[in-house]
């Protein structure tokens, strides 16, 4: 029963969103699911959620700029013709961009541990990991199947 309430509070604000304006853009439907989802998954009450959404915005647009200069470093490196010293000055720049991301996560952590009990904050992790699955799941659910792949797909 918790579980199909949980369905219907995800859900809700898509279609309410849907109803009004048409459907939303990828990446609009994706920032309110993810809304919904965390404030379900953490429990978060009205006053809870004042306070956690501007520091949780604040840590995803850090990561964002983070994971994106990262990613144009990336795909400009062309691994097949690098030099040895090349590639693992690439390395150590992914190294790099891993502990910039720990750090970001350790930094808002100690924030939101001034703004929610600390189990909460435990649980941030498990919830954002649950959603990127959850995303994941019901996108290759809609893909439509393909004649060149051959056995079931990978996760099944």
């Known amino acids: 029963m918790k579980y199909l309430i949980s369905v219907i509070l995800l859900l809700l604000p898509c279609s309410l969103i849907q109803a009004q304006h048409g ?16 404030t379900q998954y953490l429990e978060l009450t009205p006053k809870e959620s004042e ?12 990561a964002k700029t983070e994971m994106e200069a990262f990613k144009a470093m990336m795909d400009n490196s062309d691994i097949e013709n690098m030099s040895e010293e090349g ?37 941030l992790a498990r919830a954002e990991e649950q959603f990127k699955r959850e995303i994941l799941r019901h996108a290759r659910d809609k893909r439509p199947p393909s004649d060149d792949r051959k056995g079931p797909r990978p996760g099944q």
Do not use: C, G
Request: glycine letters at 0%; hydrophobic letters at 35%; zero cysteines.
């Open 23 to 38: 459907p939303p853009p990828d990446d609009e439907r994706s920032e309110s699911l993810r809304i919904a989802f965390l």
């Open 51 to 62: 306070k956690f959404w501007p520091i949780y915005n604040i840590m995803r647009e850090e």
């Open 87 to 123: 590639l693992n000055e690439l390395l150590a720049s992914h190294f790099k961009h891993e502990q910039s991301m720990l750090d970001i996560r350790k930094k808002y952590s100690k924030q939101f541990q001034e703004v929610l009990p600390t189990y909460k904050v435990v649980k």
